[in-house]
């Protein structure tokens, strides 16, 4: 199939199957994508939970290395595994992969639960859940990129972008609190059984929404795991918008990604803003990437979207680049809420056109890539940049981390095919 005719087959009305043909609803009035929604968010709210209870327990059960290892070991498998995730998704179906990925995490945040409760069993479940968890995040992770364009129309992907961020950002703000509070109410066995409980909600959610056949589903039949795994790879790479896309979103990512973690912890304390400062520009920037998401979910789709979000890249890194030279604390979280915003649209118009401009029986494996870049690649420049601040101060190495995610809008501005790409109606 050409590039042509796979960015045709994305654009065509999907056929659910044992129901009729209904005309395009707006995706926020929309039954079926507002399961898919809920389900969506009570996962997230219990993943939010989990990782608090998890590093609430291994603080109490060893050492602070020791939990700092406990929690970051989930990243390995997920690294690894995450293609081949892609691959299960194109071969049995997103909704199959979702489904069985969040059972499979609900009885082991519930099994680790009521271990904590009769006993105390040391740090090795710990290890064993966040490995489990990650291998499990490497299969859910791109069933989940592949689900929207079979719940909704083309048309309203930009809006289940927007509708999709907005799950992340309330999930972020109420999940913390929420898991503080079982923490505090039963400690972490309690956490966890309520993590487990709100991933538990999702399932029979997920159970009722109706999934649609796209043409090329079915592709994979016949052929190896390792096969559809280098056809994945080749379709990106030959691909002439999803290539320079995919590249564009490493980049932004990579310059993103450093500043706004590890780097913005050390601005604070180099500028004497403490962790209250550090909360409200990082408030700032969720405030901005959630208004984003709703702007999205509002509207619904914003034209030459190929414009759009390069322009977006290129204004976000001048953000980055001003951060560190704001006069006070109340002028960063200014700048955050801008920096934000501009991320937030560009991130949510990354994912509608991978949506849209993937062949249908790719978009696991294209999930699976993105995902990569975002979840493995962008955080090696958290080190970098911290090394980095140590010896330059902040100002130069947020410069260079702007400077590498602009590049990402550049590329995006230099090719044809991408800068001229549109949002289906």
């Not at 299960?88 to 199959?96: E, H, T, V, W």
């Not at 719940?151 to 972020?172: C, D, N, S």
């Not at 505090?184 to 309520?194: E, S």
């Not at 991320?343 to 999930?367: E, M």
Request: glycine content about 14%; charged content about 10%.
């Amino acid at each position: 199939m050409t590039d042509h005719e796979a960015t045709t087959a994305t654009t065509e009305r999907p056929v659910l199957t044992g129901f009729p043909v209904l005309p395009e609803r707006p995706a926020h009035r929309d039954r079926n994508v507002l399961r898919w929604l809920g389900a969506y968010t009570a996962s997230m709210l219990g993943d939010n939970i989990y990782y608090l209870a998890l590093s609430w327990a291994a603080v109490q059960a060893g050492t602070p290395a020791q939990a700092g290892l406990v929690t970051a070991l989930s990243a390995l498998p997920r690294a690894l595994l995450m293609l081949g995730g892609g691959v299960l998704a194109d071969r049995f179906g997103p909704r199959k992969v979702v489904i069985s990925s969040d059972a499979v995490r609900c009885v082991t945040v519930l099994a680790v639960a009521v271990l904590l409760l009769t006993a105390s069993p040391g740090l090795w479940p710990l290890v064993l859940l966040s490995l489990v968890f990650g291998t499990v995040d490497a299969v859910f992770m791109p069933a989940v990129g592949a689900l929207p364009a079979r719940i909704t129309g083309p048309g309203q992907l930009t809006r289940v972008q927007g509708l999709r961020g907005l799950a992340i950002r309330f999930a972020g703000v109420v999940g913390a609190p929420l898991g503080g509070l079982g923490v505090a109410l039963g400690g972490p066995a309690t956490a966890f059984g309520l993590a487990g409980l709100l991933i538990a909600v999702s399932v029979p959610l997920l159970v009722r929404v109706r999934i649609a056949d796209l043409p090329g589903d079915g592709r994979t039949a016949g052929r190896t795991p390792w096969r559809d795994l280098k056809d994945g790879l080749s379709y990106i790479r030959n691909h002439r918008v999803l290539a320079p896309l995919v590249i564009a979103l490493a980049l932004g990512d990579l310059g993103f990604v450093g500043p706004l973690n590890i780097g913005l912890t050390l601005l604070a304390e180099e500028r004497g803003w403490g962790a209250s400062g550090m909360g409200w520009v990082l408030a700032g920037v969720g405030a901005g990437a959630g208004m984003a998401a709703l702007l999205l979910a509002v509207r619904g789709r914003l034209p030459h979207a190929g414009i759009v979000m390069p322009v977006s890249i290129l204004t976000g890194s001048a953000a980055i680049a001003a951060l560190p030279h704001a006069p006070d604390v109340v002028a960063a979280a200014g700048v955050a809420v801008l920096l934000g915003l501009l991320t937030g649209l560009s991130g949510a118009l990354c994912g509608a056109l991978l949506q849209t401009q993937s062949d249908p029986a790719y978009l696991g494996r294209v999930s699976s890539v993105a995902g990569i870049v975002s979840l493995g690649l962008a955080p090696l420049g958290m080190p970098l940049s911290a090394a980095a601040i140590g010896v330059w101060g902040t100002g130069p190495v947020f410069a260079v981390s702007a400077a590498v995610c602009g590049l990402g809008g550049v590329l995006a501005l230099c090719v044809r095919d991408l800068r001229q790409v549109q949002l289906p109606h």
